[in-house]
C-alpha cells in the first residue's frame, strides 16, 4: 500500500495510515505554527485507494496561489500554503509502495457507485480540539422531527437509471418528496447524469436555497461522488446513484473553538469559550448578571458573532456557512415574541405566514400551526387570547412554537423562566427536556436553578466570560465546593476564584488569531408586496383585538371635537360675520368709508374662528402621536426576531404609517366634522373641505412622527413624557397661541414644525390674515387663496415624508442595536 510523505517547517514523516490531520492543535498529525492556519486546517485521506487533500480551514488552503476545497495527489510533490497564498507551506507526495507500484488517483468527475458504506466515514470538514470520539460517525439514531434516518435514501437507483431528471421538493407530485417546511414546493432538478458526465443539481430558484459542499448553488452544481448536499435542514450525500441521508452523531454536535468576543476598547466579555453539545442535550447557562451569557448565545447563533474562534454545525463553520445553516437555528428571545392582543392560532398564522416559503398554501400553514400546537400542548388553547388568557409558562410555548414552524434541529432560549413561579418553571424546563430528547440540540440561558437537573450538562460562566464549569449538573456544587447555589454565586463574584477552583483548560491564545471577519448576512425575504400585506392584516388585527386602542380610536375624536364645541359663540370658522369698521367710519361694501373719504379695509373679530382652530389642530397633534407613540417599542422584541429571519425594516415601517395613519386621518376627518357641524364652516368655497383635509393630514404626519418617537425611545416609560413635550412644542410653534412670523430664529425653527404649516393652511382656508392688512404685519404663509393653501400642504407633505425617512433610518438601528 502506498504511503504519504510531508514536509514542513524542516521535518519530514511518512504515514502509513488512512487519514493524516494537518492543523495548528498540538494534537494533529502534521502541527503548524502559522496563526492563519485553522486548529483542523486540511486532511489528508485515501479515499477509493487514492490520496486526496481537503480543506477544512476558515482562511483555506492554496495551490499555486488557487484555493483548493478537494484535491487528488500524486506522487509528484505538491505544495499546500495554508491560511493564504503565501501561508506556510506544507509539501505532500505519494510514495509508492516497494513491492507494487501506487494506485492511480481516481478522476473527481467518475460517477460510479462506490461500494461499501465509503461515505458513513467520512471526515467532517472541520473538528475543533478535543472533539473526537470513537462514535463521532456513527449514525445518530434519533433526529430531529421531519428529518430523515441516517442512511435513508431519497433517490432510488432504478430512477437514475431510467435516465430522466428528478424534481426535488414539498409537493407530492415531485419525483423526490421531502417533507421540510424549509422546502419550497418546487425545490429542485436533479440530472443524474451518465458514467462519463457527473451528475448536476439544478436549484429552481428555491426561497431558502439548495447548498452543495458549502456553496449555494446558483443555477445548476455539478455533483461528484461523495458531495454533500443540503435542502432546508436534511443533509445528504451523494453516492453517485442515490441521495442519502446524512444523520452522523457528529453533524448533530455543535461545536464551540475557542470562543472570544472582544470590545473596540479591549474588554472581553467571552474568554476563550470551547466545548460541544451532543445530540438530543439540553444545557443550562447560569452565572451572575454580566457574565457574558446573552453574549454567549449571540455567538453561538451567529447573530452577534464572536471576534475570534468559531462554531461548527454539522462539520460547517457556521460564520462562513451562515446562508446555509442560519436556517436551522431558533432562537427564543427573553421578551415574548407574539402580541398579546392576537389569539394563539392567529399569532403562529401570521408568523407561518413570514417565516415559511412563500409557495406555502393556506392549508400547509394551518396543518404546521397545527402540528407545532400539538407538540408544545398548545391545540386546546388555539383560540385563548394570548395576553388575557394564558397563564405565564404558555404564553413561553407560544414563543417557542413560533421558532418550530421551521423545525429547527438547534434551539437557543434566553431567560424563558424569567419572572415564572416555580411550578411553571419547571413546566417550561420540563418541556425543553422533550424537545430535546427529539433529538435536537438545546441551550437556555437562566437564572433558575430550581430544574438544572433535567439537564445533560450545565455551563457556569464566571464575569468575564470564562467557563468556570462545564458538566453534568450533579458536579456543579463539588467543583466548586460549596452546598448550596446561592454560595455558588458568591464565589464567583470573588477576586480569587481561579486560585479556589480549578482553572479551565486553556486552548491555544485566539486573541493572537486574525479577527473574524463575519458581518451577518441579510437572510432571503420574500417579496416586499407579500409581507406588507402579512404585516398589515396583523397590524388591523392587533387593533381591532385591542380594546383599549380601538377605544381611543374611536372616543377621542368624538371627545376632542365636543370640547371644541365648548367655544363660546355662533360663528363657527367663518369670518363674514365677525366684521367691522373703526370707530369714525362708515361700512361700505368695498370696506370702511373714512371721513376723508377714503376706504380702508374691514376688521375682523377673530376670536372665536382661531380658538376652534387651536382645538383642531391641538387634537390632531395628539391623536397622531398618542396613537403611535407606544407602538414601535412595545414591539421591539418581535420585531427584532422576525428581522432576523428576513422580515425588512421598510416594510415593517410603511405597514404601522398604512394602519395607524390611515387611522389618525380618519380622526382627523371626524374630529374636523364634529367641530363644524350645524356651524358656520369657513368662508369661501370648499374652505371647510380644505380645512378637513388639512387636519386629517396632520393627524397623519404626527403619527408618522409619533412612530418615529417609539422607535428612539428605548422602552414604555419614556414615552409618556415624550407625547407630552412633543404637542407642547408643537403647539407654541404652530403660531396659533401667539405671532411666530417676524420674529427671527423662532420663525425659521417654527417652520421644522408640522403644526405650523397645517395652521398656515387652515388659515389660509378661512382667510384670517386679512384682518392683520393694515397693521403690516402679514403671516405671509396663511394669506387667503388656493395657492398658498396648496403651498401650505406640499411643505407639510415634504416634512411628513423627512419624517418618514428619519423613522425608517431609527427602525433599521433599533433592529439590531443592544437597547
Known amino acids: 500500500m502506498d504511503r504519504l510523505q510531508v514536509q514542513w517547517a524542516g521535518s519530514t514523516r511518512t504515514f502509513d495510515g488512512d487519514r493524516v490531520v494537518i492543523g495548528r492543535d498540538l494534537g494533529c498529525d502534521v502541527p503548524i505554527a502559522d496563526a492563519r492556519a485553522s486548529r483542523h486546517h486540511a486532511i489528508l485521506q485515501r479515499e477509493n485507494g487514492a490520496w486526496v487533500a481537503v480543506d477544512s480551514s476558515t482562511n483555506g488552503t492554496f495551490v499555486g496561489g488557487q484555493r483548493i476545497t478537494r484535491l487528488p495527489l500524486g506522487p509528484a510533490p505538491t505544495s499546500l500554503n495554508l491560511g493564504g497564498p ?234 462562513a456557512h451562515y446562508d446555509q445553516l442560519r436556517f436551522q437555528i431558533g432562537l427564543v428571545p427573553q421578551q415574548d415574541i407574539q402580541h398579546p392582543q392576537l389569539k394563539v392560532k392567529q399569532a403562529l398564522g401570521y408568523a407561518a405566514r413570514l417565516r415559511l416559503p412563500p409557495d406555502t398554501t393556506s392549508q400547509e400553514r394551518d396543518a404546521r400551526v397545527h402540528a407545532v400546537a400539538q407538540q408544545l400542548q398548545l391545540t386546546e388553547r388555539l383560540d385563548n387570547r394570548i395576553g388575557t388568557q394564558l397563564s405565564g409558562g404558555q404564553r413561553k410555548r407560544v414563543s417557542i412554537a413560533t421558532e418550530l414552524l421551521t423545525a429547527p434541529p438547534l434551539l437557543f432560549l434566553d431567560e424563558p423562566t424569567s419572572g415564572l413561579d416555580p411550578g411553571l418553571d419547571l413546566e417550561v424546563m420540563k418541556q425543553l427536556r422533550g424537545l430535546a430528547d427529539d433529538g435536537r440540540v438545546v441551550m437556555v440561558v437562566t437564572h433558575s436553578v430550581l430544574a438544572l437537573d433535567l439537564c445533560d450538562n450545565v455551563m457556569v460562566l464566571a464575569p468575564g466570560g470564562r467557563i468556570a464549569y462545564f458538566g453534568p449538573p450533579a458536579g456543579v456544587l463539588a467543583h466548586f465546593g460549596r452546598a448550596s447555589y446561592p454560595e455558588v454565586f458568591d464565589l464567583l463574584d470573588d477576586p480569587d476564584l481561579w486560585q479556589r477552583i480549578p482553572a479551565p483548560r486553556q486552548s491555544v491564545d485566539t486573541a493572537s488569531m486574525p479577527a473574524v471577519a463575519a458581518p451577518v448576512p441579510a437572510p432571503p425575504r420574500q417579496s416586499l408586496g407579500r409581507q406588507l400585506g402579512t404585516l398589515v392584516a396583523r397590524n388591523a388585527a392587533v387593533v381591532v383585538a385591542d380594546r383599549l386602542l380601538l377605544g381611543m380610536l374611536l372616543l377621542l375624536p368624538l371627545i376632542l371635537g365636543g370640547l371644541s364645541r365648548l367655544v363660546p359663540g355662533k360663528a363657527g370658522l367663518s369670518l363674514d360675520d365677525t366684521r367691522f369698521c373703526p370707530p369714525g367710519t362708515q361700512m361700505v361694501p368695498r370696506g370702511c368709508l373714512r371721513p376723508d373719504g377714503a376706504v380702508t379695509a374691514l376688521l375682523f ?215
Not at 248 to 265: I, K, N, S
Not at 606 to 613: C, H, P
Request: aromatic share 6%.
Open 86 to 319: 503565501d501561508g506556510e507551506p506544507v509539501v505532500v507526495a505519494v510514495l509508492p509502495a516497494p513491492s507494487r507500484p501506487a494506485p492511480a488517483p481516481a478522476s473527481p468527475a467518475a460517477q460510479q457507485p462506490v461500494a461499501g458504506d465509503w461515505w458513513r466515514n467520512l471526515p467532517p470538514p472541520q473538528l475543533p480540539a478535543g472533539a473526537r470520539s470513537a462514535d463521532a460517525w456513527q449514525p445518530q439514531h434519533v433526529v430531529p422531527p421531519g428529518q430523515l434516518a441516517h442512511g435513508q435514501s431519497v433517490v432510488l437507483p432504478q430512477q437514475v437509471q431510467a435516465g430522466r431528471s428528478l424534481s426535488i421538493g414539498r409537493d407530492h407530485s415531485n419525483d423526490v418528496v421531502l417533507d421540510d417546511p424549509l422546502i419550497s414546493r418546487r425545490h429542485a432538478v436533479l440530472d443524474p447524469g451518465t458514467p462519463q458526465t457527473p451528475a448536476v443539481l439544478h436549484d429552481l430558484g428555491s426561497f431558502n436555497g439548495s447548498f452543495v459542499d458549502g456553496r449555494r448553488v446558483q443555477g445548476s452544481a455539478p455533483l461528484q461522488v461523495g458531495a454533500e448536499v443540503i435542502f432546508g435542514n436534511q443533509t445528504f450525500r451523494w453516492d453517485g446513484t442515490q441521495l442519502l441521508a446524512s444523520a452522523t452523531t457528529h453533524e448533530f454536535t455543535l461545536y464551540a473553538d475557542g470562543l472570544t468576543t472582544v470590545l473596540p476598547d479591549g474588554r472581553q466579555l467571552l474568554q476563550n469559550a470551547s466545548f460541544q453539545l451532543g445530540p438530543s442535550s439540553l444545557t443550562a447557562v447560569i452565572g451572575p448578571s454580566g457574565a457574558g451569557k446573552s453574549t454567549m448565545l449571540g455567538a453561538l447563533t451567529g447573530l452577534r458573532p464572536a471576534t475570534h474562534g468559531r462554531v461548527i454545525w454539522q462539520g460547517h463553520d457556521l460564520y
Open 605 to 819: 373679530k377673530q376670536q372665536e374662528s382661531t380658538q376652534r382652530l387651536i382645538v383642531l389642530i391641538v387634537a390632531a397633534c395628539l391623536m397622531g402621536t398618542a396613537i403611535a407613540i407606544r407602538e414601535l417599542v412595545a414591539e421591539r422584541p418581535i420585531f427584532r426576531r422576525e428581522y432576523a429571519v428576513g422580515l425588512s425594516p421598510t416594510v415593517y415601517f410603511a405597514s404601522k404609517v398604512f394602519v395607524l395613519g390611515s387611522a389618525a386621518f380618519f380622526q382627523g376627518l371626524v374630529v374636523t366634522v364634529i367641530a363644524t357641524v350645524g356651524l358656520p364652516g369657513a368662508d369661501g368655497r370648499v374652505g371647510t373641505l380644505r380645512i378637513a383635509i388639512t387636519i386629517a393630514s396632520l393627524a397623519f404626519t404626527m403619527a408618522v412622527a409619533g412612530l418615529a418617537l417609539s422607535a428612539l425611545v428605548t422602552s414604555t416609560e419614556q414615552t409618556m413624557p415624550a407625547l407630552v413635550g412633543v404637542i407642547m412644542v408643537e403647539l407654541v410653534l404652530s403660531g396659533a397661541l401667539f405671532q411666530v412670523n417676524g420674529r427671527v430664529l423662532l420663525e425659521q425653527v417654527a417652520w421644522l414644525s408640522p403644526s405650523r404649516w397645517a395652521y398656515a393652511a387652515c388659515a389660509s382656508a378661512m382667510g384670517l390674515v386679512r384682518g392683520q392688512a393694515d397693521r403690516g404685519e402679514k403671516d405671509w404663509i396663511a394669506l387667503a387663496g388656493p395657492s398658498h393653501w396648496l403651498m401650505d400642504m406640499f411643505v407639510l407633505g415634504v416634512l411628513c415624508l423627512l419624517t418618514l425617512v428619519v423613522g425608517l433610518l431609527l427602525v433599521r438601528r433599533s433592529a439590531t442595536s443592544d437597547k
